[in-house]
């Protein structure tokens, strides 16, 4: 299913803003960005503004760009970009279910669950488990189907065979009627069957094959010959 088709940027980027100065913004406001898959991951460098756009998208559907979902209204710092008031989003349908979850404040999404909503989750004690089992928990308790999720980075949160788990999970989500939206630096997540790879670089944004990601190829000549590398590496 898919809810979220595309973004348009109808206004100008603000004067002076560093959004300006990243390339996947650029492109983005020239081009839009168009979502065709149940399942989409945004890949790229460390900087190239795969957690702006997932903020942006956040801010524009509603939700806390911190993490959460519609009604989680905590905010610990004001660090969102104004990128999510100036998107347009094309819409098929409005999904029934919101959530995005970022590994890096997913102490505070958790702490706010706890506080504010356990009425709802009368049983749930996110702090006693570790950050990886609670990370999945909230995936496969808290996610309920006919949903938009966003993940920022899950992987970093987790094991490779949680990474692994966490890929049947994506998969029951997309059995029910849901789309994910996931940035991610993780060769075995971006492995997900009929995903559209966008990748963020210098030029813009463009949509990839799994094979062709620096993520697959880099990961698979060191895993086949971690001696090669490490002996250039660390050769004084
Ligand atoms: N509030 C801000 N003011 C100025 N620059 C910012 C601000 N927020 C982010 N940036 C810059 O925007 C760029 C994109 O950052 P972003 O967090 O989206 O990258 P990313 O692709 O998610 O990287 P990573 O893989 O490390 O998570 C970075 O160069 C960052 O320094
Ligand atoms: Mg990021």
């Known amino acids: 299913m898919i809810y979220l ?7 100008d980027l603000p004067e002076g ?6 390339p996947a913004i650029r492109y983005l406001a020239e ?3 168009s979502f065709s898959s ?20 956040a801010v524009a559907m509603g939700m806390n760009p911190e993490g959460g979902s519609r009604h ?11 990128l999510g008031e100036l998107l347009t989003t094309v819409k098929s349908t409005s999904p029934r279910d919101l959530f995005f979850l970022r590994a890096e404040s997913f102490y505070n999404v958790s702490t706010y669950i706890e506080r504010e909503v356990k009425d709802y989750y009368p049983d749930d004690d996110y702090h006693a488990l570790s950050h990886g089992e609670s990370f999945l928990k909230i995936i496969s308790q808290r996610f309920y189907g006919n949903g938009l999720y966003l993940l920022d980075e899950p992987e970093a949160a987790l094991s490779p065979q949680r ?4 890929l049947s999970l994506i998969h029951d989500l997309v059995s029910s009627n849901s789309q994910l939206i996931i940035s991610t630096h993780s060769p075995i997540l971006m492995a997900y069957p009929g995903a559209c790879l966008y990748e963020l670089n210098e030029e813009g944004i463009k949509k990839t094959d799994y094979r062709e990601t620096e993520h697959y190829r880099l990961t698979k000549e060191f895993l086949e ?12």
């Open 31 to 33: 081009s839009g960005l």
């Open 38 to 57: 149940p399942v989409t991951f945004l890949i790229g460098e460390n900087g190239s503004g795969k957690s702006t756009i997932l903020e942006a998208i």
């Open 5 to 11: 088709n595309a973004l348009r940027l109808d206004k």
């Open 72 to 82: 989680f209204s905590f905010s610990t710092y004001d660090s969102h970009s104004e």
């Open 163 to 166: 990474c692994l788990n966490l």
């Open 17 to 22: 803003s560093y959004l300006k100065e990243i």
């Open 225 to 236: 010959a971690p001696e090669r590398f490490l002996r250039y590496l660390l050769d004084e």
